[in-house]
T-cell receptor, first 114, second 112 residues
Framework: EADIYQTPRYLVIGTGKKITLECSQTMGHDKMYWYQQDPGMELHLIHYSYGVNSTEKGDLSSESTVSRIRTEHFPLTLESARPSHTSQYLC?????????????FGSGTRLTVV | RKEVEQDPGPFNVPEGATVAFNCTYSNSASQSFFWYRQDCRKEPKLLMSVYSSGNEDGRFTAQLNRASQYISLLIRDSKLSDSATYLCVVNNHTSGTYKYIFGTGTRLKVLA
């Protein structure tokens, strides 16, 4: 039973469309993250949040934006999708005392922009 | 140089074999360490944390060598179901925040 949910699981969309990838967690975790991962490649941090109204850009430059209005919800938005955005997007969360706590990942959204 | 480095593999081993992966990290101030498992087209899942004294969980043993800045994962009596990519993760404390750094992963294929 998942404690962190991502929707949709798969998305195929045309160039130029605005899309929002949803991520929700029921564990009350303060910290949430968005990673991008191409097949067989490493995870790249694109956004993170340490709590409500806190958002930061990650290591990998991304044209996406995020918001954190509620603790449990951390959506990622692409204003105008492009084929270069095709990838898997993984959401994760961790407890406030993040030093020893592992991450819990959602099942991911596999995005294809045509 | 990458902050966390792993041999990408693949490591092809027969069922029942013992296999070991190493991972090196560059930041000597790294605070904590983990091994994650990722199946093909799935999300990473925490396999085990790595403690300074070394720790074991069933067939899996993790060890940390701070002096040489590497961690290892040993899998005994490999099963077909162990086939996956194993990600080394290091948690660094920089600028007042903790930051997870993921390795690129080592692919393991256990063969019947």
């Amino acid at each position: 039973e998942a404690d962190i949910y991502q929707t949709p699981r798969y998305l195929v969309i045309g160039t130029g469309k605005k899309i929002t990838l949803e991520c929700s967690q029921t564990m009350g975790h303060d910290k949430m993250y968005w990673y991008q991962q191409d097949p067989g490649m490493e995870l790249h941090l694109i956004h993170y949040s340490y709590g409500v109204n806190s958002t930061e850009k990650g290591d990998l430059s991304s044209e996406s934006t995020v918001s954190r209005i509620r603790t449990e919800h951390f959506p990622l938005t692409l204003e105008s999708a492009r084929p270069s955005h095709t990838s898997q997007y993984l959401c994760a969360s961790s407890e406030r005392t993040g030093q020893k706590a592992g991450y819990t990942f959602g099942s991911g959204t596999r995005l294809t922009v045509v | 140089r990458k902050e966390v480095e792993q041999d990408p593999g693949p490591f092809n081993v027969p069922e029942g074999a013992t296999v070991a992966f190493n991972c090196t990290y560059s930041n000597s101030a790294s605070q904590s360490f983990f091994w994650y498992r990722q199946d093909c087209r799935k999300e990473p899942k925490l396999l085990m944390s790595v403690y300074s004294s070394g720790n074991e969980d069933g067939r899996f043993t993790a060890q940390l060598n701070r002096a040489s800045q590497y961690i290892s994962l040993l899998i005994r009596d490999s099963k077909l179901s162990d086939s996956a990519t194993y990600l080394c993760v290091v948690n660094n404390h920089t600028s007042g925040t903790y930051k997870y750094i993921f390795g690129t992963g080592t692919r393991l294929k256990v063969l019947a």
